[in-house]
Protein backbone atom coordinates (compact mmCIF):
# COMPACT_ATOMS: atom_id res chain seq x y z
CA UNK A 1 0.00 0.00 0.00
CA UNK A 2 3.04 2.73 1.17
CA UNK A 3 4.49 1.83 -2.52
CA UNK A 4 1.84 1.84 -4.28
CA UNK A 5 0.79 5.50 -2.69
CA UNK A 6 4.09 6.50 -3.90
CA UNK A 7 3.70 5.70 -6.95
CA UNK A 8 0.62 7.49 -7.65
CA UNK A 9 1.78 10.10 -5.87
CA UNK A 10 4.73 10.35 -8.27
CA UNK A 11 2.40 10.04 -11.31
CA UNK A 12 0.06 12.78 -10.66
CA UNK A 13 2.87 15.00 -10.10
CA UNK A 14 4.50 14.03 -12.84
CA UNK A 15 1.42 14.73 -15.14
CA UNK A 16 0.56 17.85 -13.53
CA UNK A 17 4.07 19.05 -14.40
CA UNK A 18 4.13 17.87 -17.91
CA UNK A 19 0.75 19.82 -18.36
CA UNK A 20 2.48 22.81 -16.91
CA UNK A 21 5.29 22.62 -19.71
CA UNK A 22 3.09 22.11 -22.49
CA UNK A 23 1.43 25.26 -21.16
CA UNK A 24 3.76 27.52 -20.49
CA UNK A 25 5.05 26.73 -24.11
CA UNK A 26 1.79 27.63 -25.72
CA UNK A 27 1.95 30.69 -24.10
CA UNK A 28 5.38 31.30 -25.18
CA UNK A 29 4.89 31.12 -28.57
CA UNK A 30 1.56 32.87 -28.25
CA UNK A 31 3.64 36.08 -26.27
CA UNK A 32 6.59 36.10 -28.83
CA UNK A 33 4.41 36.61 -32.00
CA UNK A 34 2.71 39.36 -29.80
CA UNK A 35 6.11 41.07 -29.78
CA UNK A 36 6.80 40.50 -34.07
CA UNK A 37 6.46 38.46 -36.74
CA UNK A 38 9.95 37.68 -37.03
CA UNK A 39 10.23 37.06 -33.92
CA UNK A 40 7.04 35.04 -33.20
CA UNK A 41 8.08 32.59 -36.17
CA UNK A 42 11.75 32.72 -34.77
CA UNK A 43 10.29 31.35 -31.05
CA UNK A 44 7.70 28.98 -32.64
CA UNK A 45 10.72 27.52 -35.02
CA UNK A 46 12.53 26.39 -31.33
CA UNK A 47 9.63 25.10 -29.78
CA UNK A 48 8.99 23.04 -32.89
CA UNK A 49 12.36 21.50 -32.58
CA UNK A 50 12.29 21.17 -28.98
CA UNK A 51 9.14 18.94 -29.56
CA UNK A 52 10.12 17.07 -32.21
CA UNK A 53 13.41 16.45 -30.25
CA UNK A 54 11.33 14.94 -27.17
CA UNK A 55 9.42 12.23 -29.50
CA UNK A 56 12.88 10.34 -29.56
CA UNK A 57 13.20 9.88 -25.90
CA UNK A 58 10.54 8.01 -23.46
CA UNK A 59 8.67 10.28 -21.56
CA UNK A 60 10.43 9.81 -17.91
CA UNK A 61 13.39 10.66 -19.69
CA UNK A 62 13.55 13.21 -22.52
CA UNK A 63 13.92 16.03 -19.59
CA UNK A 64 17.34 15.28 -19.59
CA UNK A 65 18.28 14.16 -23.15
CA UNK A 66 17.02 17.41 -24.66
CA UNK A 67 18.24 19.98 -22.60
CA UNK A 68 20.57 21.55 -25.96
CA UNK A 69 17.09 22.00 -27.48
CA UNK A 70 15.70 23.39 -24.02
CA UNK A 71 18.46 26.14 -23.84
CA UNK A 72 17.79 27.39 -27.41
CA UNK A 73 14.28 28.83 -26.21
CA UNK A 74 16.52 30.45 -23.40
CA UNK A 75 18.94 31.98 -25.75
CA UNK A 76 16.43 32.91 -28.39
CA UNK A 77 14.71 35.24 -25.98
CA UNK A 78 18.08 36.83 -25.79
CA UNK A 79 17.55 39.10 -29.16
CA UNK A 80 14.53 39.52 -29.29
CA UNK A 81 15.20 42.61 -32.63
CA UNK A 82 13.01 45.61 -32.47
CA UNK A 83 9.86 46.07 -30.48
CA UNK A 84 8.58 48.83 -28.66
CA UNK A 85 9.78 49.65 -25.53
CA UNK A 86 5.71 48.71 -24.40
CA UNK A 87 6.12 45.48 -25.19
CA UNK A 88 9.08 45.36 -22.95
CA UNK A 89 6.55 43.35 -19.97
CA UNK A 90 5.67 40.62 -23.06
CA UNK A 91 9.56 40.03 -22.72
CA UNK A 92 9.72 40.06 -18.86
CA UNK A 93 6.32 37.72 -18.80
CA UNK A 94 8.62 34.82 -21.95
CA UNK A 95 11.63 35.15 -19.04
CA UNK A 96 9.27 34.21 -16.21
CA UNK A 97 7.60 31.56 -17.82
CA UNK A 98 11.21 30.37 -19.34
CA UNK A 99 12.49 30.24 -15.88
CA UNK A 100 8.82 28.43 -14.34
CA UNK A 101 9.86 25.36 -17.51
CA UNK A 102 13.17 25.21 -16.58
CA UNK A 103 12.42 24.70 -12.35
CA UNK A 104 9.62 22.23 -13.99
CA UNK A 105 12.01 20.07 -15.86
CA UNK A 106 14.18 19.76 -13.66
CA UNK A 107 12.36 18.00 -10.86
CA UNK A 108 10.95 16.18 -13.98
CA UNK A 109 14.24 14.93 -14.15
CA UNK A 110 14.22 13.90 -10.84
CA UNK A 111 11.09 12.02 -10.75
CA UNK A 112 12.09 10.23 -13.56
CA UNK A 113 14.67 8.68 -11.90
CA UNK A 114 12.87 8.13 -8.97
CA UNK A 115 12.36 4.52 -9.56
CA UNK A 116 11.75 1.30 -7.57
CA UNK A 117 14.79 -0.20 -6.17
CA UNK A 118 16.10 -3.39 -7.41
CA UNK A 119 15.48 -4.84 -3.92
CA UNK A 120 12.53 -3.46 -3.09
CA UNK A 121 10.84 -5.38 -6.20
CA UNK A 122 12.39 -8.22 -4.73
CA UNK A 123 10.42 -7.84 -1.49
CA UNK A 124 7.25 -6.67 -3.05
CA UNK A 125 7.34 -10.00 -5.34
CA UNK A 126 8.37 -11.96 -2.28
CA UNK A 127 5.53 -10.96 0.01
CA UNK A 128 3.48 -11.02 -3.25
CA UNK A 129 4.34 -14.81 -3.32
CA UNK A 130 3.53 -15.58 0.04
CA UNK A 131 -0.10 -14.48 0.18
CA UNK A 132 -0.36 -16.43 -2.93
CA UNK A 133 1.07 -19.26 -1.44
CA UNK A 134 -0.96 -18.64 1.85
CA UNK A 135 -4.29 -18.21 0.06
CA UNK A 136 -4.00 -21.70 -2.41
CA UNK A 137 -2.30 -23.50 0.85
CA UNK A 138 -5.74 -22.40 3.38
CA UNK A 139 -8.58 -22.82 0.74
CA UNK A 140 -11.02 -25.91 1.45
CA UNK A 141 -13.22 -27.37 -1.11
CA UNK A 142 -16.13 -25.32 -1.53
CA UNK A 143 -17.06 -22.83 -3.97
CA UNK A 144 -16.99 -19.73 -2.01
CA UNK A 145 -13.24 -20.35 -0.96
CA UNK A 146 -12.34 -20.99 -4.57
CA UNK A 147 -14.12 -17.58 -5.81
CA UNK A 148 -12.88 -16.39 -2.92
CA UNK A 149 -9.17 -17.64 -3.73
CA UNK A 150 -8.98 -16.80 -7.20
CA UNK A 151 -10.13 -13.20 -6.59
CA UNK A 152 -7.76 -12.23 -3.68
CA UNK A 153 -4.74 -13.68 -5.54
CA UNK A 154 -5.92 -11.84 -9.05
CA UNK A 155 -5.61 -8.57 -6.74
CA UNK A 156 -2.34 -9.51 -5.88
CA UNK A 157 -1.53 -10.01 -9.30
CA UNK A 158 -3.14 -6.89 -10.74
CA UNK A 159 -1.63 -4.19 -7.89
CA UNK A 160 1.43 -5.67 -8.59
CA UNK A 161 1.25 -4.75 -12.54
CA UNK A 162 -0.06 -1.61 -11.88
CA UNK A 163 2.71 -0.75 -9.07
CA UNK A 164 4.91 -1.51 -12.14
CA UNK A 165 3.11 0.72 -14.92
CA UNK A 166 3.08 3.46 -12.54
CA UNK A 167 7.10 3.52 -11.75
CA UNK A 168 7.63 3.31 -15.52
CA UNK A 169 4.83 6.12 -16.25
CA UNK A 170 2.94 3.85 -18.38
CA UNK A 171 -0.81 4.21 -17.41
CA UNK A 172 -2.45 6.43 -19.37
CA UNK A 173 0.75 6.49 -21.62
CA UNK A 174 -0.95 7.57 -24.64
CA UNK A 175 -2.36 10.82 -22.49
CA UNK A 176 1.11 12.29 -20.95
CA UNK A 177 3.12 10.85 -23.90
CA UNK A 178 1.04 11.82 -27.21
CA UNK A 179 -1.57 14.10 -26.62
CA UNK A 180 -0.15 16.43 -24.46
CA UNK A 181 2.48 17.63 -27.38
CA UNK A 182 -0.11 17.45 -29.56
CA UNK A 183 -1.90 20.19 -28.16
CA UNK A 184 1.03 22.11 -28.36
CA UNK A 185 1.63 21.45 -32.18
CA UNK A 186 -2.02 22.44 -33.12
CA UNK A 187 -2.27 25.90 -31.04
CA UNK A 188 1.50 26.76 -32.52
CA UNK A 189 -0.10 25.68 -35.78
CA UNK A 190 2.35 23.18 -36.80
CA UNK A 191 2.25 19.49 -38.50
CA UNK A 192 1.59 16.59 -35.77
CA UNK A 193 4.40 13.89 -35.38
CA UNK A 194 3.71 10.66 -35.89
CA UNK A 195 6.82 7.82 -36.00
CA UNK A 196 6.69 4.17 -36.42
CA UNK A 197 6.48 3.85 -32.54
CA UNK A 198 4.18 5.60 -31.67
CA UNK A 199 1.77 4.07 -34.62
CA UNK A 200 3.31 0.74 -32.60
CA UNK A 201 1.35 1.81 -29.72
CA UNK A 202 -2.17 2.48 -30.91
CA UNK A 203 -1.68 6.43 -31.75
CA UNK A 204 -3.06 6.89 -35.33
CA UNK A 205 -3.10 10.24 -37.03
CA UNK A 206 -6.77 12.55 -37.43
CA UNK A 207 -8.55 12.13 -40.72
CA UNK A 208 -8.46 15.13 -42.85
CA UNK A 209 -5.68 16.89 -41.39
CA UNK A 210 -1.54 17.13 -42.79
CA UNK A 211 0.89 15.30 -40.39
CA UNK A 212 4.72 14.52 -40.35
CA UNK A 213 5.71 10.97 -40.30
CA UNK A 214 9.49 10.11 -39.26
CA UNK A 215 10.64 6.48 -38.29
CA UNK A 216 13.04 6.40 -34.88
CA UNK A 217 16.22 4.32 -35.71
CA UNK A 218 18.21 3.58 -32.62
CA UNK A 219 21.46 2.01 -32.39
CA UNK A 220 23.06 1.03 -28.68
CA UNK A 221 22.81 4.53 -27.37
CA UNK A 222 22.13 7.01 -30.35
CA UNK A 223 18.73 7.82 -31.72
CA UNK A 224 17.94 9.61 -34.72
CA UNK A 225 14.86 10.72 -37.35
CA UNK A 226 15.71 8.60 -40.31
CA UNK A 227 13.18 10.53 -42.39
CA UNK A 228 10.45 12.65 -41.55
CA UNK A 229 7.68 13.40 -44.61
CA UNK A 230 5.03 15.49 -44.44
CA UNK A 231 1.68 13.61 -45.30
CA UNK A 232 -1.76 14.20 -45.45
CA UNK A 233 -3.85 17.27 -47.13
CA UNK A 234 -3.18 20.92 -46.05
CA UNK A 235 -4.30 21.59 -42.44
CA UNK A 236 -7.59 23.79 -42.94
Not at 55 to 68: A, I, S
Not at 167 to 177: A, C, E, N
Not at 221 to 231: E, G, N, P, S, W
Amino acid sequence: GFVLASRLSRYYRYRDLLTNETGYLISFCKYASKISDKFGKKITDLVDGYLLETFLYEVYEYHGKTEPHFYNLIDGIKDPGDFDSKQESVLGQMRTMINEILKDREELYLLGKDKLTFWLKVTLEILAGVILYTLFLSRVQTSYSFVLTVLLSGSVVIVLALIRDLDKLRSYDDSISYDLYYRVFDAIGRPRLYTNESLSRGVTPPKGYAYRFAEIVRKGDAVRYKKMTLMGPKRK
